[in-house]
């Protein structure tokens, strides 16, 4: 389908371009060279971890955290449903079970209180994720992390950039993930990262990500032996992509400047004009990168069809994960989480990306203005 406004454009400049071409100008190192340590070291120094190492999906970089950090069979693993379903599968890939908790309402992050409830005595992990540009309560949880003696590993996929004064969100954690999907922050097409502070889990990392093998140089321009030591995969990101990582990352800032100034924009029509939406409020200290811009609203699924109508695509992020067929009739899972469920049927996001103009925005608020002006 053709939408008047899509749910999200990339930014991308000539910058990008010339980037890529370079690097496949070279006519070698397509897959390994680098760019892929530049760009590691540059997204290190961005969130302000020691290290960060690149994968060719935020979900293939969960997986392998999952792994460094030791968890498998037999161990629980506190995740949001509230989320995209790749958080609640990482613990699978490793023979762990997902523990579902609430999310509390004024970020869409785990509930601290909730997650307390859930810990047992095989709970070994929490993931929680910084929903849609938004750091979660990270320090309340790190703190129940630190109490329990848990692993934290921060899902946020969607938040680059994000922080709570001036600590940025993938800095608080054990380790945390980060993707590059195309409608992330920024992106390189499909990619993520996981940054920690951590050299043991560092090293790990690299070794799950290229098949187990240590690599004590590049293994395509080298004659050596280089032994197999562990079972791994092949989860690494291109030199090619790891190009456009760097000229992405770049821009980072500039970016999130012109997503905030677009979503304060909207926040400030819609709490003017249209009082039965709620709009997004971060906590004080927290600083949204506005990945989505999502808001609240009762008559959800009649206002979704009214901007697809109007061509105005939107979408619901997100529905639970434990009421998907999958966790229901495959895994068995009966769990109630209210606030999870109540929020998911009045989410919607709404069109926002850094280069929506103002009279898109006018389109959207249009739109919006009309469909709750006429009785349905
Ligand atoms: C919260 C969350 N977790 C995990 C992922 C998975 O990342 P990727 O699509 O890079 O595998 C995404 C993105 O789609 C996400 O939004």
Known sequence: MTWKIPLF?????????????????????????PNVEQFEDLIASYVGTDYAVTFNSGTSALHTALLAHGIKKGA????????????????????????????????????????????????????????????????????????????????????????IGDKKVGSFGDSAMLSFCQNKIITTGDGGAIVTNT??????????????????????????????????????????????????????????????????????????????IMTPVPPNEYYHAYQMYTIMVDNRDKLMKYLADNGIMTKVYFSPVHLTHFCKNELGYTCKLPVTEETSTQVLTLPMYPALTKEEMDFILDNIKCFVEVPR
């Open 9 to 33: 454009k990339i930014y991308w400049d000539e910058e990008d371009v010339e980037a890529v071409t370079t690097a496949i100008k070279a006519g070698m190192n397509w897959a390994v060279g």
């Open 76 to 163: 629980e693993v506190i995740v949001p449903s509230f989320t995209f379903i790749a958080t609640a599968n990482a613990p699978l890939f490793v023979g762990a079970k997902p523990v579902f908790a609430d999310i509390e309402e004024e970020t869409f992050g785990l509930g601290p209180e909730d997650v307390k409830e859930k810990i047992t005595k095989k709970t070994k992990a929490i993931i929680p994720i910084h929903y849609g540009g938004c750091s979660c309560k990270i320090r309340e949880l790190k703190e129940i992390a630190d109490d329990h003696n848990l692993i934290l590993i921060e899902d946020a996929a969607e938040s680059l950039g994000a922080r």
């Open 199 to 276: 050299k043991k889990i560092y090293e790990k990392l690299k070794l799950i990500r290229s098949h187990g093998r240590l690599e004590t140089s590049d293994y395509f321009s080298s004659t050596e032996y280089m032994d197999y030591i562990t079972l791994g995969y092949n989860f690494r990101m291109s030199n090619i992509v790891a190009a456009l990582g760097v000229a992405q990352l770049k821009k980072v800032d500039k970016i999130i400047e012109m997503r905030r100034k677009n979503a304060e924009y909207l926040t400030a029509s819609l709490k003017r004009e249209l009082k039965e």
